[in-house]
Structure formats: C-alpha cells, structure tokens
C-alpha cells in the first residue's frame, strides 16, 4: 500500500516540478526574421532603378514621404485601406499604445504607390501590410483580412516591443 502511495505523488509532483522550472527557466518567445538581410536578390522585378544595401533598410526618402517619424519602435506600412483592414486595424490601436507604433499609408499618387509597393515593400498578393522595426528593416508580411493573420501580427508587435 504505500509504494501505491509513494508512486502515486511522485505522480503528482513530476508535473508541478516541470511547471516550475519552465517557469522559473523558460521563456515563451520565438524571433522574428529579419526580411533580406543577405540582400534582396532575385525578388525586385526589372522595373527597380534602385541600388540595394545590405543588409536591406527601407531608405528614409521612402518612408518620410509616407508620412514617417521615426519616433515609434515599431512602423506598420498599410498598402490596403479597405473597410475590412481598417475595423482589423483598430485592434492594434486598442491594444497598444499611440506611441509604440506607427500606420503609414501611401501616397495618394498611384505610379508611386505600385513603384513602392514592388520596390521598396517588396507587396505581394495576398499580403497588404509590412511590419518595421526601428532599424528599417522588414520584419513581417500580413494580410490583415483575416483574424489569424491580425493575431499573429500583434503577437510579433509585442516581440518586437519587448525587444526594442
């Protein structure tokens, strides 16, 4: 009877003792890549007059043209003002603070719009908005038309914020 008893709080003890210590050691947090970092290669298509650095940054010109400040750590480049992408990005604003990110959207003109959007975002369909770290580097393509695509974004804001 009581190696019953021995094992059966060993039992019990083998999983708070694991509880523990991932909690004491562990940490719930993944990276987020870093978009081009070896360059852009093959993805500009011949239509870009640009010479690329490397590692790739968003070149100032590009991003005070839409609007940027740079005060915020992390910048979200919104390429699709829908109803749908405005009501999903309101999330954001409700959960983070005005001054932890910043919404860009692009200018009005609309060859300027398609030559960032291939040139400098590097937009593909299905993906409207681009997420900047306070390098200017890309972080991260979403398509904010969907839930999943909208939490995975906040997920990765609050990695970035932590981190910057």
Same mark, same amino acid.
């Given at each position: 009877? !009581? %190696?019953? #008893?021995?094992?059966? $709080?060993?039992? #019990?003890?083998?999983? $708070?003792?694991? &509880?523990? &210590?991932?909690?004491?050691?562990?940490?719930?947090? &993944? !990276? $987020?890549?870093?978009?081009?970092?070896?360059?852009?290669?093959?993805? +500009?298509q011949p239509v870009c007059d640009y010479t690329y650095?490397?590692?790739?940054? $968003?070149p100032d010109s590009v991003l005070q043209r839409s609007g940027w400040t740079g005060e915020s750590p992390v910048t979200?480049? +919104?390429?699709?003002?829908?109803?749908? +992408?405005? +009501?999903? #990005? %309101?999330? #954001?604003q409700e959960e983070f603070d005005a001054a932890d990110f910043q919404l860009l959207n692009p200018s009005e003109e609309s060859a300027l719009q398609d030559h960032w959007y291939?040139?400098?975002f590097f937009l593909k369909k299905p993906w409207s908005v681009v997420l900047i770290d306070s390098d200017k580097k890309i972080r991260g393509y979403y398509a904010p038309t969907t839930r999943e695509e909208m939490d995975r974004l906040i997920v990765e804001m609050k990695i970035l914020l932590k981190q910057y």
């Open positions: 009877m !009581s %190696k019953k #008893l021995i094992y059966l $709080i060993l039992a #019990l003890l083998l999983p $708070i003792a694991v &509880f523990v &210590f991932l909690r004491t050691f562990g940490k719930n947090e &993944f !990276s $987020i890549p870093v978009y081009y970092e070896q360059g852009v290669g093959e993805v +500009v650095a490397v590692p790739y940054f $968003i979200l480049f +919104v390429a699709d003002t829908t109803e749908v +992408v405005k +009501v999903n #990005l %309101k999330r #954001l291939a040139c400098f």
